[in-house]
């Protein structure tokens, strides 16, 4: 992933409002000037909208290690959970990477919480360095040991997950040829939360301002309380 960090404007920006006010006038209802496209054929744009649209999207920091001892530590755009119980979650490398290698050869991995205190260290572990060379050392992050996989977590992050794999699968397209992404999916078998977010309860995701991707080649948006809002089921 890519991470040159960019992010959204915060709601006391007067400029900003100013702009939320003009695009929220739109009627939802009117006709719509559409741009179509079909992606084999290009977008037609100056940059692709795919992942912009798809958005935002949580990070999947990623922690593993290989065979040999060797700890990585990398940022992945295309992450989120797919179950409950037993709970699972998953990334996509758009390229056979070293998370992937690590984790097929070891079997188990760390998701770390990326915030917007970790937002420059966590654009560090994207640089592209050496197989032997740890990012939490290039970016100045603790290694804590999990408890449950031989993996460490970056001790630093309010969140963690200590997962096992369950899956790794190369993707392919509609007509059945492979593409070069692999999709990995684990089952999360350790959970570390700060309690400092933790209130009667429940875990306020906002409290810990994760920051999530927003599109392009690094535009993010922090997730902030005065950002959120409820609505219930009809069900």
């Not at 060379?133 to 460490?152: D, H, Q, R, W, Y």
Request: charged content about 25%; overall charge neutral.
């Amino acid at each position: 992933m890519d991470c040159f960090v960019a992010f959204a404007p915060r709601h006391d920006d007067d400029s900003w409002n100013r702009i939320l006010k003009k695009d929220t006038a739109v009627d939802a209802k009117s006709p719509k000037d559409l741009h179509y496209y079909e992606p084999r054929n290009g977008h037609g744009l100056k940059h692709d909208p795919f992942n912009a649209i798809i958005a935002p999207r949580p990070i999947g920091w990623i922690s593993s290690r290989d065979a040999s001892g060797n700890v990585n530590l990398a940022p992945y755009s295309f992450f989120n959970g797919f179950n409950y119980h037993p709970p699972i979650i998953g990334f996509s490398s758009t390229s056979w990477k070293d998370s992937v290698a690590n984790i097929q050869e070891t079997k188990e991995f760390v998701w770390n919480l990326a915030t917007m205190d970790l937002a420059q260290q966590m654009n560090l572990t994207a640089a592209h360095v050496a197989h032997d060379v740890s990012e939490f050392k290039i970016a100045g992050l603790t290694a804590v040991p999990g408890k449950l996989v031989n993996v460490p977590r970056v001790g630093e992050s309010p969140v963690a997950f200590e997962c096992k794999l369950s899956q790794i699968i190369q993707l392919q397209g509609a007509d059945g040829k492979k593409v070069q992404a692999w999709l990995t999916l684990g089952e999360v078998v350790a959970v570390h939360i700060d309690k400092a977010f933790i209130k009667d309860g429940v875990y306020q995701t906002a409290l810990a301002r994760p920051i999530v991707r927003a599109g392009r080649r690094g535009d993010y948006f922090e997730i902030r309380p005065d950002a959120m809002f409820e609505m219930t089921r009809p069900d």
